[in-house]
Nanobody, 121 residues
């Protein structure tokens, strides 16, 4: 079927940077939008950034100017460059992919397992 796997999380001090990666693989005919969401302890999951296949992007107001989303369609990979990190960015970050498989099945949201990002003050 389809696998979506994140990597690149970790512990960083406030003001530091991290780069998250997410690769989609499996029986994929086409990947449409890709993106990142996050969920902090005790809070609901929220959108961080999205990118369309053509490269159009959308960001949460809280990360504009600090985070950059990009993708490589050849490798079915999406990246999230996070700069000037703040303690409030601490969360589990989830990758999501909008996928059509070779069998014609459309998945509007195919989620990865998440990667932890912790920002210390």
């Amino acid at each position: 079927q389809v696998q979506v796997m994140e990597s690149g999380g970790g512990l960083v001090q406030a003001g530091g940077s991290l780069r998250l990666s997410c690769a989609a693989s499996g029986s994929i005919f086409n990947i449409h939008g890709m993106g990142w969401h996050r969920q902090a302890p005790g809070k609901e999951r929220e959108l961080v950034a999205l990118i369309t296949r053509s490269g159009e992007t959308n960001y949460a107001d809280s990360v504009k100017g600090r985070f950059t989303i990009s993708r490589d369609n050849r490798d079915s990979t999406v990246y999230l460059q996070m700069n000037n990190l703040k303690p409030e960015d601490t969360a589990v970050y989830y990758c999501v992919a909008e996928v059509t498989t070779y069998s014609g099945t459309y998945f509007p949201e195919y989620w990865g397992q998440g990667t932890q990002v912790t920002v210390s003050s």
